[in-house]
């Protein structure tokens, strides 16, 4: 009874199936909380509840399942910690309990009796925190660990490197510190290995080499230093991504590294700084007091400086910028904001990495506050569908001014925003697929893409982060087209708006962009994720309809949601935006040649997709829907069309 979207709430009586083998209602509307009589079901062999909006604690009695093969309860709003009674489910093969909201540690001892364990374990997109335990040395079965996007810290554990079956281990998203260890070289059966966005350090080991079968080998923002090996998966760019490891040198010469002898050299310098280092000290402490001492003559208060940016990024110096902006040429600028300056640019000290280079205006007013915002919220996130930051520059110019920046990873294919309004470039052809028009199905990836970065600010970061500026400008896509929000220069932290006076007052009004602002900021409403889900909302039916919110045609009380609202559900076609009509090349080439129930299924998704922006684009917040009911519904719809239109990403 899967993907029937069932609305189950009443869910009393289900213990009276008690021969029942196969209990399977994924993909539909379930809510409310599982029943514990669902331990009743001992017979049954395949629990599959994923893909709803079922909530609470995940029951104890599942312990009682003990013929169990595979309990699969991902994306769903489950709360609490991982339920020690899985330790009884002694035939169990398959366990995927992520995109949840579960907290706490990961049960060592529950883990250590799952030695049925086969299919895969997968822990991702939670709330988890601690270490991965010591006892994952059970699962010597195991061929898919998947433990991504949670909160881990502390070591890789040696013991991970006894369950020699894994083809596929995923960590990334965490805060696993020290190295990797050479225990990890008897996974000699591994596939694909993501360890990147972790706080990873020492040399990447050369035994990853040595692995005949890797093919998918991510260490990108960490920590790693020295020579990069270069046999194996290492010569292949394709397979291979040390993005933001400034510290790595040699290689492949296709991966643009530094020599190696630089670094060589900075080490037998290094007796010779230990001279010079204290010298250096001394002199600086003298600088110190005397500014100390001139600051309080004059009656000034020196700026307090921010913990958070010197202990989060590494920061660059003003003329490094400069060199990399080509001294700030209008060749070099690929946009311009409220607060500032883009350019495109090559950093000395990783040249194989293009970087967006964001200069704030300090002059205008609000730039400094937006940095220190900016800053604040890109410490501490880490999601594969939100811009990546790479460092900051926090200096003095030539002219003794205050300067400062942030470098992200460049996004090759523009804006959201770039692509749905070709026309309004300045400079035609500056990306490269503007000449394209999107089709449903890249419009549908990239608004689940933002949905499952909004999911993430507002669920799975520990301090909910509101970004109160959603819009397709602030959406930037990467090679493969993978969505990526960008500018957090007004977000805030939702506890400081509810427990801050201060705070409070900052957010109101209309904070963001026009056509954007959910109605209740301009009523002196405080910001929160009811807001983000509106401008989702707007986003959403631009994507589809072609037109902005600001577009002309909305005059007097006529805006974007209310022309969506006027034409549902039966002349959508006549609304959807004109490179959209392609839908009939998107499926198959061909809409009249598909069969009846194709028809359907192509209607009914469309159908869904504006549903979906008129909920989330309510002018009452109350009646707005969250955002884990929207990424559940889009992916459903995700589903009818990517088994319809195998040709979609060829077409023209």
Known sequence: MSENKISWRNSS???????????????????????????????????????????????????????????????????????????????????????????????????????????????????????????????????????????????????????????????????FEGNIPLALSRLAGIEELDLSHNNLSGPIPEFLGGFRLLHNLNLSFNDFQGPLPDQGVFRNASALSVTGNNKLC?????????????????????????????????????????????????????????????????????????????????????????FGSVYKGVMDSDPNQVVAIKVLNLEQQGAYKSFMAECDSLRVIRHRNLINIVTICSSIDHNGNDFKALIFEYMPNGSLDDLLHPQAELNEGSHGTNSKHLSLVQRLNIVVDVALA???????????????????????????????????????FLHRTISSSSETNSTIGLKGSIGYIPPEYGMGGTASTQGDVYSFGVLLLETFTGKRPTDKMFQNDLNLHKYVEMAYPDQLLDIIDPSVERIVKDVRGNYAALNTTEQELIHEGVLSIFRIGLLCSQASPNERIEMGDVINELILVKKTFDGLEPKAETSN
């Open 13 to 175: 009586g289900i213990g009276r199936y008690r021969q029942l083998a196969v209990f399977d209602m994924s993909g539909n509307l379930l809510t409310g909380t599982v029943p514990s009589e669902i331990g009743m079901l001992q017979n049954l062999q395949l629990l599959h509840l994923h893909q709803n909006r079922l909530r609470g604690l995940v029951p104890n009695s599942i312990g009682n399942l003990t013929e169990l093969n595979e309990l699969v309860l991902n994306d769903n709003r489950f709360e609490g910690s991982v339920p020690m009674a899985i330790e009884n489910l002694s035939s169990l093969s398959l366990l995927d309990l992520s995109r949840n909201k579960l907290n706490g540690t990961i049960p060592g001892t529950a883990i250590s009796k799952l030695h049925s364990l086969t299919q895969g374990l997968n822990l991702s997109s939670n709330l988890l925190t601690g270490s991965l335990p010591m006892q994952i040395d059970s699962l010597i079965n195991l061929v898919a660990l998947d433990v991504s996007e949670n909160r881990l810290s502390g070591e890789i554990p040696s013991s991970l490197g006894a369950c020699q079956l894994l083809g596929r281990l995923f960590m990334q998203g965490n805060y």
């Open 250 to 338: 040699g290689g492949d010469p296709q991966f643009h590294l530094q020599q190696c002898d630089a670094v060589d050299g900075a080490t037998h310098r290094s007796s010779h700084h230990k001279v010079i280092i204290p010298v250096v000290v001394a002199c600086t402490l003298a600088i110190l007091l005397c500014a100390a001492y001139y600051i309080r003559r004059r009656g000034m208060k020196p700026n307090p400086p921010n913990p958070s940016l010197k202990e989060s990024f590494l920061q660059i110096s003003y003329a490094e910028i400069q060199k990399a902006t080509a001294g700030f040429s209008a060749s070099s600028l690929i946009g311009a904001g409220s």
């Open 454 to 492: 909004l999911d993430y600010l507002h669920h799975q970061c520990q301090t909910p982060i509101v970004h109160c500026d959603l819009k397709p400008s602030n959406v930037l896509l990467g090679y493969d087209m993978t969505a990526r929000v960008c500018d957090f220069g007004l977000s805030r």
